[in-house]
């Protein structure tokens, strides 16, 4: 059997399988083991020179994570994948491994927060971030400078939901031989696959919807095949040996997951796998479920606006139509000064009080009081976050349920 012109999730089931598995196992098995044995000596050191494929010591490639690693490369319709122990060390890895001093980034500024906070650390190391509205993509195009290494966005930015304008960016980043980063996590490559704007490298955090049921961490890098590595000045001598399709991918895995060392563990990636076997079903009823809720409060007069690219009033709501399947899973909404943000929470009695998202359970958090605290006053504003801003990440929940839970808190 082969994959190529089966369904997302058709593709993700019998991925392992196809590869001939011991006593037809369905699962790829979890490879505990650190290091690999070798008859041949000379193996050993065809291995640790690249002539030669295998496992050498788990830092650096271990079986099960492979085979996530294809899986993932699949699903979003790439050249290859690199797992990493959370989405965090994925972005980690992308600026260890491929940026040096001197170099400038373009970054949308409606960001994740430890993204943003990665930036400042960034710019104290002698690379230059400008920070922009990427829903423009004239705003991306004005701060491109000639030593502009990088464009990076995410598809949905959490908590607002503005949408990058990721086909016009991808367009002028392939012009102007940019590489361009697309952290797909919030659409997730169910919804959206950023090959199809043009991205050379995709980045996902696999603990929100990939993995989906808030008991593991992960994060993934994939490269597309877009970007020409021939070109790009910070690939180092050794590794411009290898084919250019290979060399941006083949720096990271040393220069970032074997150097730093933030490896997926065999245990997690095998969770993650059977998590993706179920992203599709679980995306169309988180959609559906988010849909039907901010609707709901969208029309109640006791709630002053709700952030959802579903809604006809989203500023981004005919870039989201045309690029994603639907329209996420993840809203936020502020209520009328009258109820205060904290006791409408107290109020709920499904959604939980917690920080994370894309997960089987619908959670909902004050933003600016927790996750967008420590980044001050000043930059909340940039980006629009309101004191009453509530972030909900809806789960799987029955939708009358739910639905309910967020209608019923409305009364006091
Ligand atoms: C959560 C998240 C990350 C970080 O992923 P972790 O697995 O929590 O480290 C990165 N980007 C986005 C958009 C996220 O939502």
């Known amino acids: 059997m082969t994959s190529a012109n089966k369904g997302f999730t058709t593709t993700i089931l019998h991925h392992d399988r196809q590869k001939s598995i011991e006593h037809g196992s369905v699962h790829k098995p979890v490879h505990t083991a650190v290091m690999y044995g070798y008859k041949d ?67 949308s500024s409606f960001l994740f927060g430890n993204t943003n906070s990665v930036w400042q650390t960034v710019a104290t190391q002698g690379v230059q971030v400008s920070m922009v509205d990427a829903t423009d993509v004239e705003h991306v195009r004005a701060a491109l400078k000639p030593e502009t290494r990088m464009v990076f966005v995410e598809t949905i930015a959490n908590p607002r939901t503005q949408i990058a304008d990721l086909k016009r960016i991808g367009a002028l980043c392939a012009e102007r031989g940019i590489l361009f980063v697309v952290d797909n996590t919030m659409t997730s490559p169910y919804l959206f696959r950023p090959v199809a704007v043009g991205a050379g490298l995709v980045v996902n955090s696999l603990t929100k919807s990939i993995a989906g049921h808030g008991n593991v961490l992960g994060g993934a890098i994939t490269d597309t095949g877009l970007f020409d590595w021939s070109a790009y000045p910070n690939i180092a001598d050794n590794f411009r040996k290898q084919p250019a399709a290979m060399q941006g991918l083949s720096q990271i895995r040393a220069k970032a997951l074997r150097d730093f060392g933030a490896s997926l563990s065999p245990d997690a990636a095998h969770q993650i796998a059977i998590g993706a076997e179920t992203l599709a079903l679980r995306m169309e009823r988180a959609c559906h479920n988010a849909k039907t809720i901010a609707e709901a409060l969208a029309a109640d007069e006791r709630v002053a606006v709700v952030h959802y690219p579903g809604l006809a009033s989203h500023p981004q709501h005919a870039l989201a139509t045309e690029l994603f399947r639907h329209y996420g899973g993840l809203f936020s909404f502020e209520l009328k000064p009258e109820i205060d943000c904290f006791d409408y929470l107290n109020r709920m009695q499904l959604a939980i009080n917690a920080t994370h998202l894309g997960d089987t359970r619908t959670l909902v958090i004050p933003v600016a009081h927790t996750i967008f605290f420590e980044m001050g006053a000043a930059r909340r504003a940039e980006m629009g976050i309101a004191d009453s801003l509530i972030r909900v990440s809806v789960g799987i929940e029955d939708t009358a349920d739910i639905v309910h839970d967020f209608t019923q808190a409305l009364q006091a």
Do not use: W
Not at 78 to 83: A, F
Not at 87 to 94: D, L, S, T
């Open 41 to 107: 000596a000379r193996e050993l050191a065809d291995v640790f020179q690249g002539k030669a494929s295998g496992y050498r010591y788990g830092r650096q490639g271990n079986p099960t994570v492979s085979a996530l690693e294809e899986k993932l490369t699949s699903m979003e319709g790439g050249k290859g994948s690199i797992c990493f122990s959370t989405g965090m060390a994925a972005i980690g890895a992308v600026f260890q491994a491929l940026l040096r001093q001197g170099d400038h980034i373009v970054s």
